[in-house]
């Protein structure tokens, strides 16, 4: 039986490659021609408009929202300014050893202002 077996599957693989090879030498390759056609773009259908094209109003939403990103981003620069020179005072004021709650507090909101100042100027960079 196992003999039966294996002339069946060489049989099986025999006819499979003359079908493949016959398959592949009756193929015809399509005629080349030294001239192949261009196509042209079409144009978008009417009423329908290219996505990368900007209205006027789009425009002014962003000119709107950009002067807002940069006077928000100018006031946090600003208070960001402020609370560094109250947090060298402090830090001038103190002995050295040891510094007050007030210190550590206002560091704090420093670092979580600067994190806030660069994700925003890192958004508004991207968006041009």
Known sequence: MGRSNAKLRWVAVALAGILLTG???????????????????????????DDNV???????IQNAQNAYWQKQLTQDTAKLLGLA?????????SNGRTLSVDVIKKATEIDKLAKSVKSAASFASQKQ
């Open 23 to 49: 398959a592949v030498s009756g193929a015809q390759a399509p005629p080349q021609n030294s001239q192949s056609p261009t196509l042209e773009p079409l144009p978008p259908p009417f009423g329908h408009r």
């Open 54 to 60: 900007k209205t006027v109003e789009q425009v002014q």
């Open 85 to 93: 020179k109250q947090l060298k005072e402090e830090v001038d004021k």
